[in-house]
């Protein structure tokens, strides 16, 4: 069993920016690919970024690319979504999840596991 918990969510202005958390228990992140999906108000949960078990591939959504960062740390089993230059467009619940297989892929139903979620708005 995998727990994914994320954390950092909250209220910030247009152009500001927001690191998340995801700490992961019951299995290193060494050993998982991890990733960060949103969900906006009345939206699908779409793709934000991932970071592969090996840590050498990583791969971003349009949308994000060149304003978010996504990191880990192994020492403290926990990976970041560092979001900078923030837009309204950014308001979602962000979610960590964890694909235990061999694939990676964006795709959520790749995803065997997943946080509870956190909140960012980002206020005009």
């Known amino acids: 069993q995998v727990r994914m918990v994320e954390s950092g969510g909250g209220l910030v202005q247009a152009g500001g920016s927001l690191r998340l958390s995801c700490a992961a228990s019951g299995r290193t992140v060494s050993g998982i690919t991890t990733a960060w999906f949103r969900q906006g108000p009345g939206k699908e949960r779409d793709f934000v970024a991932l970071?592969?078990?090996?840590?050498?591939?990583?791969t971003y959504a349009d949308s994000v690319k060149g304003r978010f960062t996504i990191s880990r740390d192994i020492a403290k089993n926990t990976v970041y979504l560092q979001m900078n230059r923030l837009n309204t467009e950014d308001t979602a619940v962000y979610y960590c999840?964890?694909?235990?297989?061999?694939?990676?892929?964006?795709?959520?139903?790749?995803?065997?596991?997943w946080g509870q979620g956190t909140q960012v708005t980002v206020s005009s």
């Open positions: 999840a964890a694909n235990t297989s061999q694939t990676i892929s964006p795709r959520s139903e790749r995803y065997d596991y």
């Open positions: 970071v592969s078990r090996s840590g050498n591939y990583i």
